[in-house]
Each structure stands twice: as C-alpha cells, then as structure tokens.
C-alpha cells in the first residue's frame, strides 16, 4: 500500500474512533431494570385469607429508581406498601416507604434515590416490596426485588 493511502486509511479510522466514542459518551444511559413478582405464597409470615397478587416494575439510573407498583384482588384496600431489606423467606425491616393509607392505591409510581448499601442489597437479592392491609398488617404480597 502506497504511504498516502496509508494515512487516509489510518485518519479514517482515527476519525471513526473519535466518532464513536463522542456518541456512546453522549448517549444517555438507559437504566437498569428492576421488577417483582408479589404473591401470597412469598409472604412471609404467611397472612390469612389473602389472595391477591401484584408487580413492582422499575427502571435504576445510578442511584436513583423510578418505579410503579401494581396489584389486584386484596382482601381489602391496601394500608401501605414497601421496600423491606431481606432474603426471600425472612422478614426485614422497612428501607423505602412506597405508599400509605390515603396514597396506597394500585398503580402509585414515584422515584426514590437507594443509598449504596441498598444498591448494593439490589444487586444481591436483599431487597424485597411487600403490600400491607388491615386485615394482613404484616403483608399480604410479596415478591424479591431482581434486575429483570
């Protein structure tokens, strides 16, 4: 190959290079899904006579999480719903409220920012949402909050 041709080669792939990289800095990050499956059966401790089921979906940029919760088919109006710190089959304490008694209503959304210890439980399955009524104050539903 000719050295003129070589330089116009290797310019081109400089400048393609450069192209490439501007782009992906640029783009802006889509996120991490996050999502749960909420049942009955992975309440924990077992509540009596619930039968609902619901979904917690969501979306993690760097520390912030932007999320919605669903559910149908409670034994009675939903009192609250969180984000607990634990393992599938252990009770935990609360970490994030999600929602209570006036607000609690299936499709509530909103945004949180996780401190990194609760990023760090995300990513190792210790983190899970529950939602609570009266007649199930402990929770009714429950699922494992996992990357999707």
């Given at each position: ?27 802006p ?21 619930g039968?609902g089921?619901g979904?917690f979906?969501?979306?993690l ?10 559910w149908?088919?409670?034994s ?35 945004t ?17 949402v ?13 699922g ?5």
């Amino acid at each position: 190959m000719k050295p003129i041709k070589l330089v116009a080669v290797f310019a081109a792939l400089a400048i393609a290079c450069v192209a490439l990289a501007g782009a992906a800095g640029a783009a802006p990050t889509a996120g991490t899904k996050v999502s749960a499956k909420l049942t009955v059966k992975a309440e924990v401790p077992a509540p009596k006579g619930g039968k609902g089921t619901g979904a917690f979906t969501g979306t993690l940029t760097g520390s912030k999480l932007v999320w919605k919760l669903t559910w149908t088919k409670m034994s009675g109006p939903a009192n609250a719903a969180h984000i607990h710190l634990g393992k599938a089959g252990k009770a935990g304490n609360v970490v994030v409220p999600l929602c209570a008694a006036a607000t609690c209503k299936s499709g509530v959304h909103g945004t949180v920012t996780l401190k990194p210890a609760l990023l760090k439980a995300l990513k190792s399955g210790g983190l899970y949402v529950n939602v609570h009524t009266v007649k199930n104050a402990a929770g009714e539903i429950r699922g494992q909050l996992a990357e999707a």
